[in-house]
């Protein structure tokens, strides 16, 4: 039941910019935090960004504050990563993320490579 689908991802030289896309269904929209993951090769998968369905607070990794925004659409029920100023080492599968009834969902990802 729960679904979460993204997209926008692509390749992009450095310094540009996406925008991702996570639309969900399957569950109250509002009362859920949604994140956006991201795993690069060779690396661990790590929390990009944050949000709240309750009450907007954001979350942003160290690495990306400043640069990445975090949205959402609870019309639309669907939450945006826009990234901007990419760098080569925000290549990576990015994922979003749902904790419901005890479970994390997960999206089939979207790749985003940034080039040098």
């Known amino acids: 039941e729960v679904q979460l689908v993204e997209s926008g991802g692509g390749l992009v030289q450095a310094g540009g910019s996406l925008r991702l896309s996570c639309a969900t269904s399957?569950?109250?929209?509002?009362?859920?935090?949604i994140g956006w993951f991201r795993q690069a090769p060779g690396k661990g998968r790590e929390a990009a960004s944050c949000i709240s369905g309750v009450d907007g607070r954001t979350y942003y990794a160290d690495s990306v504050s400043g640069r990445f925004t975090i949205s959402n659409d609870h019309a639309k029920k669907t939450v945006y990563l826009q990234m901007n100023n990419l760098k080569p080492e925000d290549t990576a599968v990015y994922s979003c993320?749902?904790?419901?009834?005890?479970?994390?969902?997960w999206g089939q990802g979207t790749q985003v490579t940034v080039s040098s």
């Open positions: 399957g569950f109250t929209f509002e009362d859920f935090t």
């Open positions: 993320n749902v904790l419901y009834n005890g479970n994390n969902y």
